[in-house]
């Protein structure tokens, strides 16, 4: 089944292998690689290089970051840093930053503690986020992690933690998204939406 | 909007420039890069690099291949070189392949004749062909373009340009394909099918 030249067939495996990615469209995708000019081709190469080289953690907030020292958001006097906004992931630092409504920083866990896929406290960023919290001058945690169970379990944790250095720890409203139906959110949204009702 | 480091970016960019491969799916596979150890992003870029610069076409059939001197197919004993496919690109190769009842050589075009998009004959291998069947030693050229205006129009122009060869120039039939129903059918093919129906 296979008719590729070697080169071209590895290129199509290195393409079938990005999650999402079948066969079908690493071919396409290869396919659409060759014809570039090549300088083109040498662009690609080089930015999955340069990522992989020159990205790392920020070494306050551990979100991804460019250089050494800290990142853009820690660096920056008009950021309020005595607000941490304790999020699994990178990206979703990025929706964060899309709300332009948040002006505090950030704590990026890189992932959330989930026993069924064997990571605990001390696989995640845990230790850096109660060393800052420690250092003092935060006044507020804000738990944002996902609304799931290990989301939940995760700000639980950290919520115990935390509490006793004195900071206010507290999480993200659970609701009915903005712009959706009432008859199509679940019991559980719902029943978080009523309990979280607030007075007009 | 920017919220990323420059290099991961970057990278994203360069993801988002593939076919069908928006803005989102172009973060999700330059995070998975990010993931993945430093040998694996290292393997990509190499793969890249390799098939861009490795690749180049079979000097008698046009198909791609690797190295100097002719492609696997054309240099295969237990190939019926008397008989030529003519087909618009390499991807049509393995399909006709995949088929395993081809037993003749290829040419591969490269394109086909579109005055919409400015392609004329010159833009195709096709001087190439005429060559091979100028050569002697061809019976019969198998026009399997695609069955579209433009497919249409390039076997036509390629059917009068060897014909005073004095090769046989044949067409892939038409007709309802395997497997599917009648009454799903377009109007052409069906047309089509009427046409070409044999005895049983």
Do not use: W
């Not at 950021?79 to 948040?102: F, G, L, W």
């Not at 993200?172 to 009432?182: D, E, F, K, Q, T």
């Amino acid at each position: 089944m296979d008719y590729f030249p070697p080169a071209l067939e590895n290129l199509v495996e290195q393409f079938a292998k990005l999650p999402g990615v079948g066969r079908k469209s690493a071919q396409r995708l290869a396919f659409h690689l060759l014809d570039q000019p090549e300088e083109s081709a040498r662009a690609f190469a080089d930015a999955i290089l340069q990522a992989k080289s020159s990205i790392s953690c920020c070494p306050v907030c551990q979100n991804l970051a460019q250089g050494e020292g800290p990142c853009p958001i820690c660096a920056s006097p008009r950021r309020d840093h005595s607000v941490i906004c304790v999020v699994a992931d990178p990206k979703d630092v990025v929706a964060m930053e899309r709300a332009r409504e948040y002006q505090g920083v950030y704590h990026v866990l890189h992932g959330v503690i989930s026993p069924m896929n064997h990571v605990g406290p001390d696989d995640l960023r845990i230790a850096q986020l109660a060393e800052r919290v420690s250092a003092g001058g935060v006044e507020e945690v804000i738990m944002a992690t996902n609304p799931d169970t290990e989301g939940e379990t995760t700000a639980m944790y950290l919520s115990r933690l935390l509490k006793p250095f004195g900071v206010k720890v507290t999480r993200l409203a659970y609701g009915i998204p903005v712009g959706s139906h009432l008859e199509f959110a679940d019991e559980a949204t719902l029943t978080r939406a009523m309990e979280g009702r607030r007075e007009m």
